[in-house]
T-cell receptor, first 115, second 113 residues
Framework: AQKITQTQPGMFVQEKEAVTLDCTYDTSDPSYGLFWYKQPSSGEMIFLIYQGSYDQQNATEGRYSLNFQKARKSANLVISASQLGDSAMYFC????????????FGAGTILRVKS | DGGITQSPKYLFRKEGQNVTLSCEQNLNHDAMYWYRQDPGQGLRLIYYSQIVNDFQKGDIAEGYSVSREKKESFPLTVTSAQKNPTAFYLC????????????FGAGSRLTVL
């Protein structure tokens, strides 16, 4: 079964600086997808970025990039030039093809951006 | 705009009552999901449905029931058998192909009094 581990319960970052949120995963499926979602205090889940296991390059979406290290089974999210609006909970997730492509989520990391 | 609508946003229930949370999507997605989120924790899957008139249990289905009579709708009933129903409930859907990104609704917060 898939498993996602996020070891940082909370992180602080100074505005305009970069921050890395850690995510490690475990799976026996050779083909998998990794996702990052942002959850502001309002509760909605916002999709940020996706990385496929066979993608040759690390995914990037604006200020978000995914540092994908397949051998280490890690998929860290890098947020560049942090903004106050980046303060939220961040979840790493993996697709489970065995169960209707459900997403298996990590416990999340709370990010606080300081001015 | 296409999206997922969940209602109500906030719901209070007395112990022993069943409540139904609504989830409607106009994205023409085949698959729909219900997740539960407890404070400070990740999301756990309750039920999912890949096609109309078919659904499967997720990791924490006990005390919940669903139906999928229409492609657009996937209501969740929290029954009196659910021991600890106070939580935040998120509905999601997924289309075919591509990265299979889950699109979420805004959530429903259920509190048992």
């Amino acid at each position: 079964a898939q498993k996602i581990t996020q070891t940082q319960p909370g992180m602080f970052v100074q505005e305009k600086e970069a921050v890395t949120l850690d995510c490690t995963y475990d799976t026996s499926d050779p083909s998998y997808g990794l996702f990052w979602y942002k959850q502001p205090s309002s509760g909605e889940m916002i999709f940020l970025i996706y990385q496929g296991s066979y993608d040759q390059q690390n995914a990037t979406e604006g200020r978000y990039s995914l540092n994908f290290q397949k051998a280490r089974k890690s998929a860290n999210l890098v947020i560049s030039a942090s903004q106050l609006g980046d303060s939220a909970m961040y979840f790493c997730a993996m697709r489970d093809r065995e169960y209707g492509n459900k997403l298996v989520f990590g416990a999340g990391t709370i990010l606080r951006v300081k001015s | 705009d296409g999206g997922i609508t969940q209602s109500p946003k906030y719901l209070f229930r007395k112990e022993g009552q069943n409540v139904t949370l609504s989830c409607e999507q106009n994205l023409n997605h085949d698959a729909m999901y219900w997740y539960r989120q407890d404070p400070g924790q990740g999301l756990r899957l309750i039920y999912y449905s890949q096609i109309v008139n078919d659904f499967q249990k997720g990791d924490i289905a006990e005390g919940y029931s669903v139906s999928r009579e229409k492609k657009e709708s996937f209501p969740l009933t929290v029954t009196s058998a659910q021991k600890n129903p106070t939580a935040f409930y998120l509905c999601a859907s997924m289309g075919q192909g591509g990265a299979n990104v889950l699109t979420f609704g805004a959530g429903s917060r259920l509190t048992v009094l």
